[in-house]
């Protein structure tokens, strides 16, 4: 069964300093893959999305994450952390061949220090 | 820039009560979904519609019915609220043959 899982419902970093935020999945069709980020009692923002094309995918604020198949893992990263990254942050992978449906990882607070 | 807005921030609904959440996208995409969204289970979806008036459940059905009789709005209804679906409402809507959804501001619910 395909799945999603984010390493980490908690990630703490310091300001300033890089960002990792762990996505792996199991997909058994070629995957498509996203990044959405949660603000506090806010919907769910579209970071940045894999659809085939460059691996190295680059996204808004300053995200960006690389496909890497082998690993099946889509991490996200930002090399210099602002106190406003903090939020939640969803990785999600299309479902089989399904036209409609994505899989969602639990999600992960990401929480900067000062 | 895609708007997709859904009626109500915050409700407190009484168990047993009618519940009604509406959605609604100005971008003329086909398909809109309803997800539930609890601390720890991340986004679980409820309902989804592919088209007016056409719809396919998703993991989580029981307790709710969805409507569709526009292309632009899509309502998720509660027949009879419990505690157990005191929780956060996410709307998303998403054009044919793209992957990308598009998220409205939430509603949470609480149902005492």
């Known amino acids: 069964a395909q799945s999603v899982t984010q390493l980490g419902s908690h990630v703490s970093v310091s300001e300033g300093a890089l960002v990792l935020l762990r996505c792996n999945y199991s997909?058994?069709?070629?995957?498509?893959l996203f990044w959405y980020v949660q603000y506090p009692n806010q919907g769910l923002q579209l970071l940045l999305k894999?659809?085939?094309?460059a691996t190295l995918v680059k996204g808004i604020n300053g995200f960006e994450a690389e496909f890497k198949k082998s690993e099946t893992s889509f991490h996200l990263t930002k090399p210099s952390a602002h106190m406003s990254d903090a939020a939640e942050y969803f990785c999600?992978?299309?479902?089989?061949?399904?036209?409609?449906?994505?899989?969602w990882g639990a999600g992960t607070k990401l929480i900067i220090k000062p | 820039d895609v708007k997709v807005t859904q009626s109500s921030r915050y409700l407190v609904k009484r168990t047993g009560e009618k519940v009604f959440l509406e959605c609604v996208q100005d971008?003329?995409?086909?398909?809109m979904f309803w997800y539930r969204q609890d601390p720890g289970l991340g986004l679980r979806l409820i309902y989804f519609?592919?088209?007016?008036?056409?719809?396919e459940k998703g993991d989580i059905p029981e307790g709710y019915s969805v409507s569709r009789e526009k292309k632009e709005r899509f309502s998720l209804i509660l027949e009879s609220a419990s505690t157990n679906q005191t929780s956060m409402y996410l709307c998303?809507?998403?054009?044919?043959?793209?992957?990308?959804?598009?998220f409205g501001p939430g509603t949470r619910l609480t149902v005492t």
């Open positions: 997909s058994s069709v070629p995957p498509y």
């Open positions: 999600a992978v299309r479902l089989g061949d399904s036209n409609y449906q994505l899989i």
């Open positions: 971008m003329d995409h086909e398909n």
């Open positions: 894999y659809t085939s094309a």
């Open positions: 519609s592919y088209d007016v008036k056409m719809k």
């Open positions: 998303a809507s998403r054009r044919g043959g793209r992957y990308e959804q598009y």
